[in-house]
């Protein structure tokens, strides 16, 4: 256990549905990271928080994605109209994010399936 | 286009032997470089890591390799175990900032 929490662990939705995920980081971690993860491949990159400022997002986040963290402490990945193609492990990590203590530090991970 | 190249896709050994992973880089403003190990439906856990000023580091079984001008790195896993079965991802990153991973190795190790 990380200390990185993720909920919920599975969700099952059908096409067209909103979805939403939450992550909990390391207390005294800064920034917050959300990756994706398809079948046979490595996470890839989504978008990344400092405390609460969105700083980038990847070109795989479509305008359907959508990312807060309000307080700078929990987050939030919201997926409208979700397509088959969404289907994936949503994985969120966290960092201090203090120069060289940059290790990432990852969740279990949200399993999405779009029938 | 994926940043950083990992091979083998998998490998089995026996108890005991030497899994070798590598990988290859071509951004030069990668100054970190970790690995993580996963198991099946769990996320990714960070294993070792090492920054281009050494060119070795160990922690445990497992070793990292560093070649800053050839930009290549690997992974030993000395005295396999079966425990050691899983996934393992190498990635980069730039100055505190997104990791870029390889696309994974399955490990199997036979006891």
């Known amino acids: 256990d990380t200390g990185v929490s993720q909920d919920p662990r599975h969700k099952i939705t059908k096409r067209g549905q909103n979805v939403t995920f939450r992550c909990d980081p390391i207390?005294?971690?800064?920034?917050l990271y959300w990756y994706r993860q398809t079948l046979g491949q490595g996470p890839e990159f989504l978008t990344y928080?400092?405390?609460?400022?969105?700083?980038?997002k990847s070109r795989l986040l479509s305008d359907r994605f959508s990312a807060e963290r309000p307080k700078g402490s929990f987050s939030t990945l919201e997926i409208q109209r979700t397509e088959q193609g969404d289907s994936a492990m949503y994985l969120c990590?966290?960092?201090?994010?203090?120069?060289?203590?940059?290790?990432?530090?990852f969740g279990p991970g949200t399993r999405l399936t779009v029938l | 286009q994926q940043q950083v190249k990992q091979s083998p896709q998998s490998l089995i050994v026996q108890k005991g032997g030497i899994p070798i992973i590598n990988c290859a880089y071509e951004n030069t403003a990668f100054d970190y470089f970790p690995w993580y190990q996963q198991f099946p439906g769990k996320g990714p856990a960070l294993l070792i890591a090492i920054r281009p000023d050494v060119s070795e580091k160990k922690e445990g079984r497992f070793t990292i390799s560093f070649n800053k001008s050839a930009k290549q790195f690997s992974l030993h896993i000395m005295d396999s175990q079966p425990g050691d079965s899983a996934t393992y991802f190498c990635a980069a990153q730039p100055n505190d900032y997104k990791l870029s991973f390889g696309a994974g190795t399955t490990v199997t190790v036979r006891a």
């Open positions: 207390s005294e971690h800064n920034r």
């Open positions: 990590a966290s960092s201090l994010g203090q120069g060289r203590n940059n290790e990432q530090f």
């Open positions: 928080f400092q405390n609460e400022a969105q700083l980038e």
